[in-house]
């Protein structure tokens, strides 16, 4: 009996990119179907997030990400260029994002 994983997978999250090959893999090494959703950034989804995110919380997800991808044996780099439109420093989003649609 085959079974179905969904995943909602998102271009921009860097957990999206390292799960990938272990989430191919598992399709491949079992009976399983990936329902793949593309899903647009959290930051479309839900712009407030950024809003109030603690100040230390951008570089400890920096820092996560790179160790994660490392301990998978990836490369890993930021998107370029980035879908989203957003300042680094202050995390504010702009208005639109054309790259992201």
Do not use: C
């Amino acid at each position: 009996m085959t079974l179905t994983v969904t995943l909602y997978w998102s271009f921009r999250s860097p957990y999206s990119y390292i799960v990938l090959p272990r989430i191919a893999d598992m399709a491949r090494t079992f009976d399983v179907e990936i329902d793949l959703r593309v899903v647009h950034p959290a930051a479309i989804r839900n712009p407030s997030y950024f809003a109030r995110m603690d100040t230390i919380a951008r570089p400890y997800f920096l820092k996560d990400t790179a160790r994660a991808a490392a301990f998978h044996g990836l490369p890993f780099r930021r998107p370029i260029p980035d879908p989203i439109v957003q300042d680094q420093t202050t995390l504010r989003l702009a208005e639109d994002h054309p790259l992201a649609r």
